[in-house]
């Protein structure tokens, strides 16, 4: 796992490394669509770690945690078995309860997969809350 200069001024992008497996694939060896989604989501768990955002912890001392409130996915061109990919996550913009990220799959050829997420900050029972305010700092870097 590695970050990245990013020409946006507001930082940098998280990127995760992924590579294509044999269970990540269909019958002719192309990476099945909601895969994209897994791949997404354990770049942003990491892009948390590498910020160190512990989510358990969150969870168990403020009672917050993260959910997709929704996700757009636009499929570009198929990756494939044994390819390897990259994840570039950027956090577009931090709201009161939530946030904007863009996610780019790509393979050497370029991106193969975008999707942009809505991430809600939540609290016990499921409801909205602000973020707290070391998790919008720790944030601010991507």
Known sequence: MSVSQNPSPRGVSHIFPVRVYYEDTDAAGIVYHA??????????????????????????????????????????????????????????RILGASLLAKQVVQNDQGPTTLLDSRIACVGEYGRPVPWPL????????Y
């Open 35 to 92: 895969n994209y989604f897994r791949f997404a989501e354990r770049a942003r768990t990491e892009m948390l770690r590498s910020a160190k955002i512990d989510q358990s912890t969150l969870f168990g001392v403020l009672g917050v945690r993260f959910v997709v409130r929704s996700c757009k996915v636009e499929y570009l061109k198929s990756a494939r078995l044994d390819d390897d990919l990259e994840v570039h996550t950027k956090i577009v």
């Open 134 to 141: 070391e998790v919008r700092s720790a944030l601010t870097t």
